[in-house]
């Protein structure tokens, strides 16, 4: 089947498309995948990194590939486009990138795609709203068992290397999100998906510290959302130093997804954490997701 055109042009008024994707979905067997067993493409915020993290998916025979990518509103296009601040503009539109990951769901082998998270990363409530309308088209189109598969993220609280007393850190690490808003905007307007809410962090110390304060606001927020799917964005470097607070967020059969790109992760760090979270207690296996650099390339992860 050849498909031309955007996400919003074809998908809702095409009822043959929808048919054809909803018994194509439907056919796959739904395998069990550890979150550990996820592979991430990082900030795949450009044409050229989409055609290569989807090379890769049709190629493997193995890993689990799942898809980060982060959104910007652009003033230029007037629209909401893949991208990571400072940038203010970018090459391909929430829209055209939607619109390749339904073709590739309609190209690639059930084992290739069943299970790949595709993480949306929205940097201001402007990218967020604009994007509402192409999320909602793509989800129309796909079971309702694969929504929790598409997930929305958002910085809604302040976090690590806020510097109370630096007015002008304070300021630059002010959420670009009213949580509440978000929140309700995402369980009305999205409902099914993942909410993948964090806090906003600042490099001048790369380990700071998530408190017992970070924790307990989120905590807090979540309150009238119990039930919905959970997973919280970690940086990984603030992990260790951070771990008596950071066990309460495996309430609730919630997740944690710890992330860092930046460079590759000290090894003994790497084993603590996997050794803590994956050989330790067991209400903490098989709930935390690894989007780190080259993570995938240590022996514990291989079998």
Same mark, same amino acid.
């Given at each position: @089947? ?9 998908? #809702?008024?095409?009822?043959?498309? !929808? ?34 993290? #989807? ?16 959104? $910007? ?6 629209? !909401? ?24 769901? @309609? ?19 402007? !990218?967020?709203?604009?994007? $509402? ?39 630059? @690490? ?74 309460? #967020? ?22 603590? $954490? ?17 989007? #780190? ?11």
């Amino acid at each position: @089947m050849k498909m031309r055109g955007s996400v919003s042009h074809y998908l #809702l008024p095409n009822t043959q498309l !929808a048919s054809s994707l909803s018994k194509y979905f439907t056919s796959q067997t739904m395998t069990s995948v550890l979150p550990i067993q996820h592979y991430w493409h990082h900030a795949v915020n450009s044409q050229d990194k989409l055609n290569k993290a #989807l090379a890769s998916i049709k190629q493997s025979t193995s890993k689990r590939q799942s898809i980060e990518a982060d959104i $910007i509103f652009s003033e230029i296009k007037k629209k !909401a486009v893949m991208g990571h601040p400072p940038d203010n503009d970018g090459n391909l539109t929430i829209n055209s990138f939607l619109d390749q990951m339904v073709q590739a769901q @309609m190209q690639y082998s059930s084992n290739k795609c069943t299970n790949r998270i595709v993480k949306l990363d929205f940097k201001c409530m402007k !990218a967020f709203e604009s994007s $509402i309308p192409h999320i909602q088209s793509y989800l129309r189109n796909i079971p309702r068992q694969f929504h929790h598969l598409i997930w929305i993220n958002a910085d809604i609280l302040p976090g690590p290397g806020e510097d109370l007393d630096d007015v002008g850190l304070q300021l630059k @690490m002010k959420p670009k999100f009213q949580a509440s808003q978000f929140l309700e905007m995402v369980t009305q307007q999205l409902s099914g998906t993942t909410l993948s809410i964090g806090w906003t962090t600042s490099l001048t110390d790369r380990r700071a510290i998530y408190t017992q304060k970070m924790v307990d606001d989120m905590l807090a927020t979540l309150q009238p959302y119990q039930k919905l799917n959970v997973t919280f964005p970690i940086r990984a470097t603030s992990f260790r130093n951070s771990w008596e607070v950071m066990q309460m #967020l495996y309430k609730n059969n919630w997740t944690v997804t710890l992330w860092w790109s930046l460079d590759v992760l000290d090894k003994k760090e790497i084993e603590w $954490i996997y050794n803590t979270l994956e050989e330790g207690e067991e209400v903490f296996k098989n709930r935390t997701y690894y989007d #780190l650099l080259d993570f995938d390339k240590y022996n514990f992860i291989l079998s």
